[in-house]
């Protein structure tokens, strides 16, 4: 399967109804484009999720779906994760009763490590880059008959994460934009399958270097990419989805890039205008809409942008 459909994730949200919250939506205010133009800006609060970030949606969907279909292992299930993907599967398998094993790189942040701990997960770290901790965690697939997960590259996990939209559009349905950090793309995947329905764009943004999506949109075909940005520990896959690429190759979709200056001052103005403590790759949304990469919103443009985690040490806010 090469393309996540609104019909999935109308699945998606049906199966996983009352095992996750609703995401909260906040009008933000006015800003004005580059011409002094109005714009209307909205944030789905998403970091507020279980686990603190969208991934418990794709996380639920994906082990209810096995689990409805018998094919849930006595092993339990594994992922590699930069963090988030782990703590949502780590949490999702506690909720079902089975175990869970996480790899992680060893870059991790520890505020991650420790609240996987938490859910009961072993936790394995292993390599600098999520690569390295995937290929662990194949090996261990393969040794212990796990089900193996994905964090982003797996059609239940980005239908899944595709809810959220269903749920932002359901509370401001006069949406014009939608803006979505990206690393493998399941988010975006998900988010614009059902933004294609309702006739709504949908901008990825992704760090100047840490550009898996924008990079397999040059070449027409998924590329491995470097990883260097303040946002790779939840943006820094090496390859997006082929599910991401098929969604950016609509016309209502479009790849931007934003420096990580832009992104430390906005997830610093989030705290500071908004008190919102979120993570690096929640704030490349803000950056996005004000400017930072080839995007700028049109005049009287209604724009939401999707705060998708907040596993973070705000001591630095």
């Not at 199966?15 to 580059?34: C, D, E, F, L, Q």
């Not at 990419?225 to 820094?236: E, W």
Request: net charge negative.
């Amino acid at each position: 399967m090469s393309q996540v459909t609104f019909e999935d994730v109308q699945a998606a949200a049906i199966r996983i109804r009352g095992h996750v919250r609703s995401v909260p939506v906040a009008r933000a205010g006015t800003g004005t484009n580059s011409d002094g133009d109005p714009f209307e800006t909205y944030f789905a609060l998403e970091f507020m999720q279980h686990t603190g970030s969208f991934k418990a949606r794709g996380a639920q969907n994906f082990i209810r779906a096995n689990r409805e279909a018998g094919t849930l292992p006595e092993a339990g299930v594994t992922i590699a994760s930069g963090g988030n993907a782990g703590l949502a599967c780590a949490w999702a398998a506690q909720h079902e009763g089975i175990p869970a094993t996480v790899f992680l790189p060893t870059t991790a942040p520890q505020v991650k490590v420790d609240r996987l701990r938490t859910y009961g997960a072993d936790v394995r770290l292993i390599g600098a880059e999520y690569a390295e901790a995937r290929i662990a965690c194949d090996e261990f697939a393969a040794d212990s008959g796990a089900l193996a997960s994905h964090a982003y590259d797996h059609p239940l996990i980005a239908a899944g994460a595709g809810t959220v939209m269903a749920e932002f559009l359901s509370q401001q349905p006069q949406l014009d934009t939608v803006v979505v950090a990206v690393g493998g793309g399941g988010l975006f995947a998900g988010v614009a399958a059902v933004a294609r329905h309702h006739g709504i764009r949908t901008v990825a943004v992704e760090p100047e270097n840490c550009r898996a999506l924008n990079a397999a949109v040059e070449a027409d075909a998924p590329v491995d990419v470097p990883v260097d940005s303040v946002a790779a520990d939840s943006l820094g896959a090496r390859r997006a989805s082929a599910l991401a690429l098929d969604a950016a190759q609509h016309t209502d979709s479009r790849s931007i890039l934003v420096p990580d200056q832009a992104i430390i001052q906005a997830r610093h103005d989030l705290w500071n205008q908004y008190r919102l403590g979120v993570e690096h790759a929640a704030a490349t949304t803000l950056a996005a809409a004000r400017g930072a990469g080839d995007y700028a919103p049109r005049k009287d443009e209604k724009v939401g942008l999707i705060l998708c985690g907040a596993n973070t040490d705000v001591s630095d806010l």
